[in-house]
Nanobody, 124 residues
Framework: QVQLVESGGGLVQAGDSLRLSCVAS????????MAWFRQNPGKEREIVGT????????LYADSVKGRFTISRYNAENTMYLQMANLRSEDTAVYYC?????????????????WGQGTQVTVSS
């Protein structure tokens, strides 16, 4: 069974940077596409970005393009979300997700495993 654990969330000011980490258990990480999603109360969980199994393909939501970067280090079963120039509208619970396929998708229903989430709060 795959377990995903996010960390690195917190309270920051607008314009600050923050890096989230997602550590995966199990043997599937290095052949799995991964993604970051985020969600606020009463709203749909939305894609932030996704990365394919070897890290050479990424895709981002328009709202974060140019500010956020996803990367992964397969040797340590870890994915990162580097967030820069944070805005108040980036405030959300951030989730990492893994799918049992190598290639990326932005569709939530195709992800098989989810972490518990980490809160990011950006004060303006």
């Amino acid at each position: 069974q795959v377990q995903l654990v996010e960390s690195g969330g917190g309270l920051v000011q607008a314009g600050d940077s923050l890096r989230l980490s997602c550590v995966a258990s199990g043997r599937t990480f290095s052949s799995a596409a991964m993604a970051w999603f985020r969600q606020n109360p009463g709203k749909e969980r939305e894609i932030v970005g996704t990365i394919n199994w070897n890290g050479d393909s990424t895709l981002y939501a328009d709202s974060v393009k140019g500010r956020f970067t996803i990367s992964r280090y397969n040797a340590e079963n870890t994915m990162y979300l580097q967030m820069a120039n944070l805005r108040s509208e980036d405030t959300a619970v951030y989730y990492c997700a893994e799918r049992r396929r190598r290639f990326i998708t932005t569709l939530r229903r195709y992800y098989d495993y989810w972490g518990q989430g980490t809160q990011v709060t950006v004060s303006s």
